[in-house]
């Protein structure tokens, strides 16, 4: 193997690996930009399950109370 065979091979597998970063970097932000909207849309469910969650416990705790009132069980 001659200097020149392995400067022709040390140039193609740094041109393979840049085309190859290239590529990863494109993929990424199209693939991003594809699931961003969906991503937005299950954060937004997200914080409404959270906020009737939290309700659903207050009007429980709520109920809890007043029941305890009613029995004299003392809750």
Do not use: W
């Not at 590529?23 to 409404?48: K, M, N, T, W």
Request: aromatic share 8%; glycine share 10%.
């Amino acid at each position: 193997m001659t200097k020149d065979d392995f400067l022709t091979g040390f140039v193609l597998i740094l041109l393979a690996a840049c085309i190859f970063a290239v590529g990863f970097v494109f993929g990424s932000d199209c693939s991003s930009e594809h699931y961003e909207p969906q991503i937005a849309g299950l954060r937004a469910q997200l914080s409404r399950t959270q906020k009737q969650l939290k309700r659903a416990s207050e009007q429980n705790q709520q109920q809890t109370k007043r029941i305890a009132e009613l029995t004299g069980n003392g809750g």
